[in-house]
């Protein structure tokens, strides 16, 4: 049973918690009862463990829990704000605690709630340890506080009058309103749940026929308001409105319609589930941006809540781990890329002018299911196959690596790793070793420049043999990087398929003398 706000705000809901130094406490009702120490706090944040979680919960009406790893940069950041909310919402409502786990030596709790990822947050009701929901893209103290408070109570605000609305709307810089003509009813259930999962936009909730008259609405509507005038609606006819979808496009209005990526915004553009990414590479101060950048913004209106649109300043150095993983190329620039996060799939825009008809053009075809998934790869290099080392690309290295005749082993590197650059010199001996042996070929590839559709595949340098007589086995090496190691572990793998070659053509050799046999006494 739900309890309403204000009895949480006077205290009265709910028995109150030993409030004693260094964390909560059993209720005191028998003064002769010795006191149980509490648990630690940490600015008003509980520490738990495996030893006192039990505790926590059994004592905690409401328990927003954060499983992180302290020297974690996005961790470091959620905990000073988990802190603030954890402050604001004590002042408030004594049902309501945070917590805090370190799974680094927690792994008990760890592995009992599958934490994947850091931070990760867990809300707790009524000390239920086996259903905990889950508090995702929340970031800042004052999102905390929404979201809890609407988890334990109403989600929406109960607009009455034209009066109210305007109020509501009003001084919010955005602001969501849904309209419905039947204040219950499965559309009003998404709506709210839609509510409790965006606490950064605040909420209201309609049946007024004078409020759909102010604001020209006919039917059953979720409308967004930004500074008192409506940016967007939504149909909400009852068996339509999906929870996923609707949380999807509101939770895009508490971003920028084109968002710049840099180590702040990464964290953000994550935590708004839209699996379609479109990223626009460009240079800040090329003469050709402003309408370069104007024109992808006018196309990103049409696919907000279908594709998020992303700019990267290609003239920006911390950016150039994520122009390398989309494998831009200096030359290319402008360019444009849709990459969806559930397969990792990329594409590529066909036009080179960053215009809103080629933008559009692109979406539509991509969402349409027509566009061509695109692989990248250098061109062959004159000469590639000439020293000890073959330098492989895209488009030679399926031909090259799973060819029957030879064993190859490659090492996949990128060129601004400094363990591959160490590396480099002991592959060169390497393939001198091999240069003159028959059908044995060491080679390399530069991975940040070429795509190879490999599963597994590891920190750079990593490496793999292709043997010879398979055109599909490929063995992963383990061992250290030494040249001593690499030599071993290739004479190992050819001397073991020789046995089982050898081995095979015998089977093979006495089949067929029985065969001989067989048919010798079937002619007598």
Not at 82 to 100: S, T
Not at 212 to 218: P, Q
Not at 462 to 474: D, I, K, M, Y
Request: net charge negative.
């Amino acid at each position: 049973m739900r309890v309403p706000w204000l009895l949480l705000l006077l205290g009265l809901a709910y028995p109150s918690l030993s409030t004693a130094e260094g964390g909560i406490g059993p209720s005191e009702r028998n003064p002769k009862k010795a006191k149980v120490p509490g648990i630690k706090e940490e600015g008003n944040v509980l520490l738990l463990k495996k030893s006192n979680f039990d505790r926590a919960l059994n004592e905690t009406k409401y328990l927003l829990v954060e499983f992180y790893i302290a020297l974690s940069g996005p961790s470091q950041t959620l905990t000073t704000e988990f802190a603030k909310a954890a402050e604001e919402l004590r002042k408030e409502a004594v049902a309501i605690r945070f917590g805090k786990v370190d799974v680094t030596d927690q792994k008990d709790l760890k592995k009992e709630f599958n934490i994947q990822e850091y931070p990760t947050l867990k809300f707790f009701v009524d000390g239920d340890r086996e259903n905990p929901i889950d508090c995702k893209g929340v970031r800042e103290a004052s999102a905390f506080v929404t979201w809890v408070k609407r988890r334990i109570g109403a989600s929406t605000v109960l607009i009455n009058s034209t009066e109210q609305a305007k109020a509501f709307v009003g001084p919010e810089d955005l602001a969501v309103v849904g309209f419905f003509k039947a204040p219950q009813g499965e559309a009003v259930g998404i709506f709210c749940e839609a509510a409790r999962d965006v606490p950064e936009l605040p909420f209201g909730l309609t049946a007024s026929e004078e409020v759909f008259t102010h604001f020209g609405v006919r039917e059953d509507m979720v409308v967004v308001f930004q500074k008192g005038k409506p940016v967007h609606n939504e149909a909400s006819e009852e068996g339509k409105l999906n929870k996923v979808e609707l949380t999807r496009l509101i939770k895009t209005f508490t971003m920028d319609l084109v968002i710049e990526y840099n180590l702040e915004t990464s964290v953000k553009i994550f935590d708004v589930p839209v699996e379609n990414h479109i990223v626009l590479f460009m240079p800040k101060n090329s003469d050709a941006f402003s309408e370069a950048y104007e024109n992808y913004v006018a196309a990103a209106l049409e696919f907000r809540g279908k594709i998020m649109f992303i700019f990267v300043d290609t003239d920006e150095t911390r950016n150039g781990r994520v122009i390398e993983y989309f494998r831009v190329m200096e030359v290319e620039v402008p360019a444009i890329q849709i990459l969806n996060l559930t397969n990792d799939a990329r594409y590529k825009m066909p036009a080179e002018e960053v215009t809103t008809e080629n933008v559009r053009s692109f979406c539509q075809s991509y969402l349409g299911g027509t566009a061509k998934q695109h692989w990248s790869s250098e061109e062959i290099a004159e000469g590639w196959d000439k020293k000890p080392v073959k330098v492989l690309v895209g488009k030679n290295f399926d031909r090259v690596a799973f060819n029957k005749k030879n064993h190859v082993f490659v090492m996949f590197y990128a060129p601004w790793s400094g363990a591959c650059q160490k590396l480099a010199p002991i592959w060169e001996e390497l393939g001198k070793m091999y240069e003159n042996r028959k059908n044995i070929v060491i080679a390399k590839i530069d991975c940040t420049a070429n795509e190879i559709l490999l599963v597994n595949l590891e920190r750079y340098p990593f490496f793999r043999l292709f043997p010879a007589g398979s055109e599909t086995e490929v063995v992963p090496y383990k061992g250290e990087h030494s040249l001593d190691a690499f030599a071993s572990f290739l004479e190992e793998q050819i001397k073991a398929r020789k046995k089982v070659k050898a081995s095979s053509k015998t089977h093979k050799e006495d089949l067929l003398t029985k065969e001989e046999e067989i048919a010798q006494k079937e002619e007598l």
